[in-house]
């Protein structure tokens, strides 16, 4: 790893401190996994941590080791500022932008905090005073062992905290098999069974937790699914009245947008999902092969990621969002036949 980042966070780690822990806005499992991971080794190392989350995540992650503790902004605005105001580290795991956690940024652009990035997203922000960015990397869990190993801490991690990072290495990799994965990746998960993360529970938990309505709501995204074969694209919309008739619930849609991508020849998956609470559409894209997804979700959606997985929002009705992706894939219809 960044030796660097490293010899930085030594020191700031030798005596009992005030940390906290933020995940991105809609955590998912490596952002959770891996602030659960950090926090129990922190705390075994005898630091006071607190993970503050700008919202609240998914049920299916909610049997996390320490979950119960996490602190929700959304929920409780004044705890989760004060813990940042009286913090002396911050740690941002699982993303490279402040604007990534919503209104919580606002008390974070104000912490008098030394900030620690880990993170594998392309185009780091410069915030933070230790940085840790490694595009190359399968997850931020991932990144989270190599540094608690580089500190010499790996006989503090538990089993509690092993299954976290082994969490959020599962559920970024997409059960070991995006291209990402490693064989350094498979050594840092055999290493997590070894110290007790039960493997095979574990998955269980995140993906054979079903209530019937998402599996319905997923019959109806699939029945949405539109297939553009001149653009090697597929594309799946919800609108606001189909979520409520399946009574969604956070996290609900999470990995609908990879039956996309299970099309023979689609090499680009996209989902629209509209939001009116917060009056958007949220975007999800994914691509195989050398497509950029984090390209066109930044040109196009106000969003990021990396090369084959990425989102953004857009503020348009979910019918001129998908009119205008339809424009936008004309623009990019050479690289799509070539991919
Ligand atoms: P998902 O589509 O599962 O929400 O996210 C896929 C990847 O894109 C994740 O790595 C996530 O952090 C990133 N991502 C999702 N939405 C946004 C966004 O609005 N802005 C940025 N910069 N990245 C996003
Ligand atoms: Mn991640």
Request: net charge negative.
């Amino acid at each position: 790893m960044n030796t660097a980042a490293i010899q930085a966070l030594r020191p700031l780690l030798s005596t009992s401190r005030k940390i906290v822990l933020v995940p991105h806005k809609n955590p998912d499992g490596d952002a959770i996994g891996s602030c659960l991971g950090l926090y129990h080794y922190l705390r075994a190392l005898g630091h006071q941590a607190t993970v503050v989350a700008p919202n609240d995540f998914p049920q299916f992650l909610k049997w996390m080791p320490g979950a119960e503790a996490v602190l929700v902004y959304e929920k409780d605005p004044r705890a989760g500022k004060a813990a940042i105001a009286d913090a002396e580290l911050v740690f941002t795991l699982d993303f490279n932008a402040l604007d990534r956690c919503g209104d919580l940024q606002v008390p974070l652009q104000k912490a008098s905090a030394t900030f620690i990035m880990i993170d594998h997203h392309q185009s780091p922000d410069n915030y933070a005073q230790v940085q840790y960015s490694d595009v190359q990397m399968s997850s931020t869990c991932e990144m989270v062992y190599n540094t608690i190993e580089a500190l010499g801490g790996l006989d503090l991690l538990d089993a509690g905290a092993a299954s976290c990072l082994y969490a959020g290495m599962l559920t970024d990799t997409g059960s070991f098999k995006f291209p990402g994965t490693t064989p350094r990746t498979m050594r840092v998960a055999a290493d997590l069974m070894e110290r007790g993360a039960p493997h095979s529970e574990i998955h269980r938990n995140i993906y054979d937790t079903n209530r019937p309505q998402r599996l319905q709501l997923l019959g109806r995204a699939l029945s949405n699914l539109v297939i553009l074969p001149e653009y090697r694209t597929a594309y799946i919309t919800l609108s606001q009245e189909e979520l409520d008739a399946h009574g969604f619930q956070k996290g609900d849609t999470e990995g609908f947008v990879n039956y996309g991508l299970s099309v023979d020849g689609v090499v680009l998956a996209a989902i629209f999902i509209e939001n009116r609470d917060e009056k958007i559409v949220k975007i999800s894209l994914r691509s195989q092969g050398d497509f950029s997804v984090n390209d066109m979700a930044r040109k196009h959606f106000n969003g990021g990621g990396h090369i084959n997985a990425a989102g953004g929002r857009s503020e348009e009705s979910l019918k001129d969002t998908t009119e205008r992706f339809e424009r936008i894939l004309a623009t990019y219809k050479n690289e799509l036949q070539a991919s």
